[in-house]
C-alpha cells in the first residue's frame, strides 16, 4: 500500500499511463532501487515513460502531489544519481532516435529512414 501523496499520485498516473508501465510491488521497486554505485533507495513509484507527453505529465503530477522525481536513462551510476526512495521514471525504447540539441536545451527527435527492396 502507497502512503499519501503517492497514492493519490499512482491513481492520477492510471488515468494516463498503462499500467504495465506502473510498477509499485515490492520486489520490482526493490530491483529499481540498485544501479551501479553502492547506493540503495527502493522508489515508491516507477514509470516507464515512453514520450514527450509523459513526461510532461508525469512531471505535472509530481508537481502536483509534491513528489520528487529522478529519472534513469540507461540505468547506471557510480554516483547514486540514478535511485530515489521517490518516483524513478526510467526512460524505455520510445526514447531511442533522440539526441540532445548542440547547447542541451532542447531534445531532438531523429528517425533513421530505413530503406528495404
Not at 16 to 27: C, M, N, Q, T, Y
Not at 45 to 60: F, G, W
Amino acid at each position: 500500500m502507497l502512503a499519501e501523496p503517492y497514492a493519490s499520485l499512482f491513481r492520477a498516473l492510471k488515468e494516463s499511463i498503462p499500467p504495465e508501465r506502473l510498477v509499485i510491488d515490492p520486489l520490482r521497486t526493490l530491483a529499481y532501487g540498485n544501479d551501479a554505485s553502492f547506493y540503495r533507495l527502493v522508489p515508491k513509484i516507477v514509470v516507464m515513460a515512453d514520450n514527450q507527453a509523459e513526461i510532461a505529465r508525469i512531471l505535472a503530477l509530481a508537481h502536483k502531489y509534491a513528489t520528487p522525481v529522478t529519472f534513469r536513462a540507461a540505468g547506471t551510476s557510480l554516483s547514486g544519481q540514478a535511485v530515489t526512495d521517490s518516483v524513478l521514471v526510467s526512460l524505455g525504447a520510445g526514447w531511442q532516435g533522440t539526441r540532445l540539441s548542440d547547447d542541451a536545451s532542447l531534445i531532438v527527435w531523429f528517425r533513421q529512414l530505413c530503406v528495404t527492396r
